[in-house]
């Protein structure tokens, strides 16, 4: 029985497992990148957390000591959210904000997305001109529209809760019709024409081939609207904040604050924490689908 013998070249194998072996170098620019990025995390995570520790702290310490971690003195426990809950009728702001905020999202994906197949695969010059007034609807500020659209509003008896859905429709529509416009204008024609040639109505085809492959889009319109329908402030205490039935959310948390500018911030606080628990949520649950749908949605055609 022979035995191999291996000969090795002294300092010859060595340099060929350096060679095999890469360490990932980061350039200059990267490490500034990564730091500014940190700094970026940075700046949106410390207010979160500067809610969530002062809803834990006596609403006399909170002012004194605003940036400190509740001690034994300052705690609260959940006092803060129990008068938070108890004055300011936020369950019932909960559900209304709830409400407006399903409803105006799933009505704005639905029919920009259609209004976007039908502009962008019939070429004619008035499908250009809804376009471009769709673009042009995301340069004007609100504050230019904020009286007529109230007026309006109140005309046309919108000063509801399912009002605002339809308020909300026309203000989103805009960003929404560029994103879903962008992304069909990278579908090839050749998947629709396949579904017609085996008997697809245009209207089938829409939803049973375009609409699955607008999944990563509808998401991203899904949650930039729902974050800002939300959190949203002014519109709703423009059109419906008068009424005491359909108060939202930051609404009541603003009605927290008394006439002579005295307020509890210790409930306001909680209140805060119940608001952005939710949408914080929806948001990491799609955000996967953000980058792919914005950069399909830049698409140019």
Known sequence: MSTAVQTQVPGSAAPARKAGRKTAQHTPGQKALVGVLTVLALVWVIPLAFILTNSFKG???ISDSPFALPTAKTFAGLDNYATGL???GFASAMGWSLFITVGSVVVIVFLTAMTAYYITRI????????YYAFAFSMIAPFQMVMFPTVKVA????LATPWGMIVLYLGFGGGLSVFLFAGFIKSIPMEIEEAAYMDGCSPLR??????M?????TAVTVAILNAMWV???FLLPNLVIGQDERYKTIPIVIQSLVGSNGNRDLGAQMAMLVFAIVPIVAFYLFGQKHIIEGVAAGAVKG
């Open 212 to 216: 699955p492959l607008l999944k990563p």
């Open 59 to 61: 609403k006399f310490y």
């Open 123 to 130: 070429k004619t010059w008035w499908t250009s001109a809804i």
């Open 205 to 210: 085809t829409y939803f049973k081939v375009v």
């Open 86 to 88: 108890a004055l300011s």
């Open 154 to 157: 109140d005309l046309l008896g």
């Open 230 to 232: 939300w959190n949203d």
